[in-house]
């Protein structure tokens, strides 16, 4: 199943970042999983530039779902764009959006994907209302 981004949808961060030689497989291509990695380390960029930096003792956000469609392969070497978006905000959870693509190849979408993330009382282990400072942000 292919999940597309959403018309209405908030560029929240833009970020670069090189493929490495060993995100490679044996395939010759960068490894499936890797993209994950990308839009982690996307997400995570972002949230660290927003302010929130999760905390065990505090709230923070959590990812409950993940997913990636493979549009395009990337291969080494070669610098990498990655747009975060926000859609579907809810009480306590926020739907993001990455794009990637090469910088030498604005053009091709190689991969979108997302996760949804819900804010949480780590201590509690519970899900919490978004702080409205986030909500300002993501909506």
Known sequence: MKLELPAEKKLVHEMDMPIRWGDMDA???VNNGVYFRY???ARI???????????????????????CNFHQELVYPGD?????????VGRSSVDTWVEIFR??????LNATGGATMVWVDYQA????????????IVG
Request: net charge neutral; hydrophobic share 40%.
């Open 80 to 88: 990498l764009r990655l747009r975060t978006y926000t859609s579907n």
């Open 125 to 136: 282990r519970r899900s919490a209302p978004l702080p409205d400072w986030l909500r300002d």
């Open 39 to 41: 839009m982690e380390i």
């Open 27 to 29: 395939m010759g291509h």
């Open 45 to 67: 960029e972002w949230m660290r530039t927003i302010g929130c930096a999760p905390s065990p003792a505090g709230f923070g956000p959590l990812v409950v779902n993940a997913f």
């Open 103 to 108: 910088i030498d190849d604005p053009g091709t």
